[in-house]
């Protein structure tokens, strides 16, 4: 069982799990590195979800024994172009990673948002002489962070879209 394409899946679930706990728990601590603590735990809970819908892809391509079951990125598999006869699961993901807003759109860009180097706030220079003018903030503007509570609902949707795809997929 354990060479079985699910528990890749299952593996990587249970470790973003992991991770959105010990996010709870450095909030409730309140230690000095809570914020380094939560970053963490913010950027492993996203490592992990990626890998649980690359797991989740790689069992529907299995299934359908295409060729691209091997692919290493999840873009590549849902990119509809890419693909010849997707099947109902990668045209369902595929829908969700184009549609604006949704889940798997916003999982995938902060998948991309790991490897971007953190990029200091700017702000505008300011004339001392000046003192009666506001300054305007201007530049790029701050990314905000993602939350503990859309993080889980992400694990939540792509836990339910696993057992739902693979309904869809047992061979009775």
């Known amino acids: 069982m354990a060479g079985e394409r699910y528990t890749r899946t299952n593996q990587k679930l249970y470790f973003a799990s992991l991770a959105l706990k010990a996010w709870q728990d450095a909030e409730a601590e309140q230690a000095l590195n809570v914020t380094t603590r939560i970053q963490a735990a913010r950027e492993t ?3 992990h979800l990626y890998g ?3 797991g989740l892809c ?3 391509t299995g299934y359908y024994r295409l060729p691209e079951a091997q692919a290493s990125r999840v873009e590549s598999l849902l990119d509809p172009a890419g693909l010849a006869a997707p099947g109902p699961e990668l045209g369902e ?3 969700l990673a184009a549609q604006s807003g949704s889940w798997v759109q916003a999982l995938l860009k902060a998948w991309q948002q790991l490897f971007e180097p953190p990029q200091p ?3 505008a220079k300011v004339d001392p002489a000046l003192p009666l003018i506001a300054a305007v903030e201007v530049g790029a503007v701050a990314r905000p962070e993602l939350s503990l509570q859309t993080l ?3 694990h939540a949707q792509l836990s339910v ?3 739902r795809f ?3 997929m047992s061979e009775w």
Do not use: N, Q
Request: hydrophobic share 55%.
């Open 166 to 168: 693979r309904e869809g």
């Open 121 to 123: 706030e700017r702000k």
């Open 93 to 95: 993901l595929s829908a």
């Open 161 to 163: 879209l696993a057992v």
């Open 152 to 154: 889980t609902d992400w």
């Open 58 to 60: 790689h069992e529907i």
């Open 52 to 54: 649980a819908l690359l």
């Open 45 to 47: 809970a996203v490592f």
